[in-house]
């Protein structure tokens, strides 16, 4: 069915002889930040796809896609100056990275993540997740544990940032099921739910060492031996270093906004 040879084709910054797209005023920056994106981005040995991904999540990453922003297929295509199926493409790949949401009215939109929301969602997990894990410690069987260890090896091979989000959850919530308290835990679950687009942004803009496997080695560790007060220890760890690493993310990203 492919009638798109170009999304094989490596690709570069289109021609800029095109002429200027019409419409109205208040879009003139976002077109020209996504021309200015598109050719710093460079002539490389990528599939149209991978050319438009690294492209834009370097933009939104960055702050110069701002949040909110609508991305429409139409434009995107012209700018890039490729069909719309490798734009689809990209655009799919950046929902499963959180860097954009699908609305039903604007389509694509970079995604709306701001540091408050992120910190008020940690401070959440910190209170509600070490109440149910010091529950669970003393509950959990050798085949809860071994069940966690096989998550964690799970984390390890898994490329996919959609997935590696579900398996956080799971890593989680395999450690917090034994805590005999099923409201505690629904809203545990419900706070790791929503806390996965911020671990996908995250992962997206840091890496995937911010899954910080050794703390989830280190938690099953201590849990295996029934060390409550060493194991919350580590998990306030876990999630104070996730937001630190948050926080210092913006401080650069808002610092290098304004030298620009
Ligand atoms: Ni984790």
Avoid: C
């Amino acid at each position: 069915m492919s009638q798109d040879p170009s999304s094989r084709q490596p690709v570069g910054p289109p021609s800029s002889d095109r002429q200027p797209p019409e419409r109205p005023s208040g879009e003139r920056r976002s077109d020209n930040t996504l021309a200015a994106l598109v050719a710093a981005e460079g002539a490389r040995p990528k599939t149209a796809t991978e050319f438009v991904e690294a492209t834009l999540k370097k933009g939104i990453l960055s702050g110069a896609l701002p949040a909110g922003m609508a991305l429409r297929q139409e434009d995107l295509a012209r700018e890039f100056g490729l069909s719309r199926m490798p734009i689809r493409e990209a655009l799919r790949q950046l929902e499963a990275q959180a860097l954009i949401d699908f609305t039903a009215h604007k389509g694509a939109v970079v995604t709306e993540i701001s540091l408050e929301d992120a910190l008020d969602l940690f401070a959440i997990r910190r209170a509600l997740e070490t109440a149910a894990f010091a529950l669970s410690i003393p509950n959990l069987s050798p085949d809860d544990l071994g069940r966690a260890v096989e998550v964690i090896a799970e984390i390890d091979t898994e490329a996919d940032a959609g997935r590696l989000g579900q398996l956080n959850r799971q890593f989680h919530m395999t450690l917090y099921a034994r805590a005999g308290r099923p409201k505690l835990l629904t809203l545990v679950e419900a706070q790791l739910a929503s806390y996965d687009r911020y671990l996908r942004f995250h992962l997206s803009a840091e890496g995937r060492e911010q899954m910080a496997q050794d703390d989830h080695r280190a938690m099953v560790e201590a849990a295996a031996t029934r060390d409550v007060a060493g194991a919350i220890a580590v998990l306030e760890r876990h999630i104070d270093t996730a937001a630190d690493a948050l926080t210092r993310f913006y401080a650069m990203r808002d610092g290098a906004a304004q030298v620009e």
